[in-house]
């Protein structure tokens, strides 16, 4: 062998064991994979849990129940107004229809054939918004009706003195959830009429 192959023999053999100990250093310094492993997590169901790890449920509204309108007469008044009633015969035949109606409607009439003037005549009918604010509107701009919001709903209410008898006569309206209660009365205005009517529809 040379003296130039002799020497290249010992260069030769120390680039291969610098070269394995770089290799094994690169090696030892590489990261694992990233990103998820096979059947593991996604990244999105990371990001969308809870702190604690478990589902965060989110709580369903509840329904609000529609209101209704009554199908008696009676059983819509407390006892204090029945007392207030009592004696005044209720939806005699002689003043037309009354009671539950065809239409779902609820025609109420405390009155006595006999007398002149006394009486009360509630309807409870089914009415839009639209139409039901219209009409409480005219009654307050053209016909002094005073109109205020309690309950929830819209109130209109007047009284008057009779043209023939001396009594008060009046009329009180009153509107919410598509449902109008309206009362005509003369001499006969039991204390808690209209808010007993209003409880029981919508206690």
């Known amino acids: ?5 002799a020497a290249r023999t010992p260069l030769l053999v120390a680039a291969a064991a610098a070269s394995l100990a770089l290799a094994a250093l690169l090696s030892a310094c590489a990261p694992e994979a990233a990103g998820p492993t ?35 007469c009676q059983e819509m008044l407390t006892d204090d107004v029945l007392a207030q009633l009592a004696g005044v015969p209720l939806n005699d035949p002689a003043f037309g229809p009354s009671g539950p109606q065809p239409d779902g409607s609820l025609i109420c009439i405390w009155a006595d054939p006999a007398a002149d003037t006394t009486g009360l005549h509630t309807s409870i009918t ?37 043209g023939t008898y001396p009594v008060t006569d009046g009329r009180t309206l009153f509107w919410r959830d598509d449902i109008l209660i309206d009362t005509k009365y003369s001499n006969l205005a039991p204390t808690g009429y209209t808010s007993a009517i209003i409880d029981h529809i919508w206690g």
């Open 1 to 5: 062998m040379s003296h130039l192959a």
């Open 38 to 72: 096979a059947g593991g997590p996604s990244p999105t169901s990371i990001a969308t849990s809870s702190p604690s790890g478990t589902a965060t449920a989110t709580p369903s509204p509840t329904a609000t129940a529609k209101a209704e309108i009554p199908d008696d």
């Open 126 to 162: 089914s009415m839009s918004r639209g139409p039901a604010l219209d009409m409480l509107n005219d009654l307050a701009d053209t016909a002094g009706f005073t109109c205020y919001t309690p309950d929830g709903g819209t109130r209109c209410e007047k009284t008057w003195p009779n």
